[in-house]
């Protein structure tokens, strides 16, 4: 259990989690673009920079939080991911 939490609060492990997170909502965000009205008078491409926007704004909290949340940082890596996720589904 202490290996564990060892793992879960190292940097380099929830900077690539964000980043394996940006990938992921990459995918989702591909994928839904095509339910775009033509109509909606943007590109296609905004999703994906609100996504590359979100994982920006989820890494700097994460550095900026990291040392207030010692034993709890992995839970602003957490819900980073999944509100990346969640807005490049229904965003």
């Not at 394996?20 to 008078?41: D, E, F, H, M, R």
């Not at 926007?53 to 989820?58: P, Q, R």
Request: proline share 2%; no cysteine; aromatic share 10%.
């Amino acid at each position: 259990m202490i290996k564990l939490k060892k793992k879960l609060n190292d940097v380099w492990f929830n900077i690539s989690a964000i980043f394996i997170g940006l990938l992921i909502a990459l995918l989702v965000a591909v994928n839904t673009i095509n339910n775009l009205p033509q109509s909606s008078n943007h590109g296609g491409f905004i999703p994906l920079i609100n996504i590359v926007m979100g994982t920006a704004i989820t890494l700097i909290a994460y550095l900026s939080l990291k040392r207030l949340l010692k034993n709890h940082s992995w839970i602003i890596t957490f819900i980073g991911i999944v509100l990346t996720i969640f807005s490049a589904k229904y965003i």
